[in-house]
């Protein structure tokens, strides 16, 4: 199988994801709260999966059964959108934690769309700089390109004019599971600290803190 049949898939998978976050969005009333970024009545499931940890562990769906997650895709060489939502991120977790409504915090998974060049060591210490409890993970293309899909993020290797080198352009939302594998959350740029931790806070609230 070829890179060209990954990218394929993704996209045929990205539009079936498009689809149902319509559906979500468009099916959003009745009793349910109006929460920017809540995906429901109909959220998206994740299925199986399985990535490669930092630590050299795998990552899979039994990882994020039972707990909230938040999910963002970059690559440790991102010159800035990345590390922007990756602080972000930081924040938003350090005020989750301080809510004495809240049971815990949702855990935080980097996923790297760059195998190539984030090897463990180098996931690791990424996401080590924000927060030590912050996952870090990726796969080889197959089951990168599987994962992704399911939240609908593209991604695509661009490479410099030239030059030996190459970057990667990626969707940058923040996406929130919950303890039954459902993505009722995604958060678009900007990302604004206040905001997320809002709309997580409510939507744990209103679903529940498993």
């Given amino acids: 199988m070829n890179r060209l049949f990954f990218v394929t898939a993704a ?15 468009t099916m959003h009333r009745g009793n349910a709260p109006s929460i920017d970024g809540f995906l429901w009545p109909e959220p998206p499931r994740l299925s199986a999966f399985e990535l490669d940890r930092d630590d ?5 769906e039994q990882d994020f059964m039972g707990r909230w997650t938040l999910v963002f895709f970059g690559f440790a060489n991102c010159p800035d959108v990345c590390p922007t939502t990756m602080n972000t991120l930081a924040q938003v977790v350090e005020k989750l934690n301080a ?4 049971a815990t915090a949702p855990q935080v998974v980097f996923v790297s769309v760059d195998p190539e060049r984030d090897k463990p060591e180098i996931l690791r210490e990424y996401v080590d ?3 030590e409890d912050f996952i870090g993970a990726t796969a080889n ?7 992704a899909a399911q939240f609908g993020v593209l991604y695509m290797k661009i490479e410099t004019p030239g030059q030996d080198t190459y970057t990667m352009d990626h969707s940058a939302s923040i996406l929130l599971v919950d303890p039954a594998l459902n993505t009722v959350g995604l958060f678009s740029p900007p990302h604004l600290v206040d905001g997320i931790t809002r709309s997580v806070t409510q939507i744990i609230d209103y679903l529940g803190d498993e």
Avoid: I, M, Q
């Fill in 11 to 25: 996209f045929l998978a990205c539009a079936a994801f498009a689809a149902g976050l319509y559906l979500a969005v």
């Fill in 56 to 60: 050299g562990a795998k990552l899979t």
């Fill in 99 to 102: 809510d004495p409504t809240l």
């Fill in 129 to 131: 700089y924000f927060n």
């Fill in 141 to 147: 293309e197959e089951r990168l390109s599987h994962f």
